[in-house]
């Protein structure tokens, strides 16, 4: 099986930073696309940045400027730094990776269980 574990994420002032990261493992025979994703309370979950595995990137237009996302496709890991957080980024934040499993070259897509980002004074 496949595992995305993220971490990272914690409380921080308006203004401030976080570094989110996502390490996949398990039967893994290669990654295409990851992502990050967000879902505040009452609210739908959205995309907040992709990367594939030639490392083109895909942003929201709430994250450009701000954050960045990358990849270490050695570690099976992407990150996602955020700058200059708002009160409106308070959400979960959850990986997601399209894996090529090693029994049957087949691509599914995985999500992580999530990360809590709380921005507020």
């Known amino acids: 099986q496949v595992q995305l574990v993220e971490s990272g994420g914690g409380l921080v002032q308006p203004g401030g930073s976080l570094r989110l990261s996502c390490a996949a493992s398990?039967?893994?025979?290669?990654?295409?696309?990851m992502g990050w994703y967000r879902q505040a309370p009452g609210k739908l979950r959205e995309l907040v940045a992709a990367?594939?595995?030639?490392?083109?990137?895909n942003y929201a237009d709430s994250a450009k400027g701000r954050f960045t996302i990358s990849r270490d496709n050695a570690k099976n890991t992407v990150y996602l730094q955020m700058n200059s957080l708002k009160p409106e980024g308070t959400a979960i934040y959850y990986c997601?990776?399209?894996?090529?499993?090693?029994?049957?070259?087949?691509?599914?897509?995985?999500w992580g269980q999530g990360t809590q980002v709380t921005v507020s004074s």
């Open positions: 997601n990776a399209e894996v090529i499993r090693v029994a049957d070259k087949g691509e599914y897509g995985y």
């Open positions: 990367i594939t595995s030639g490392g083109t990137t």
């Open positions: 398990g039967s893994i025979f290669s990654i295409n696309g």
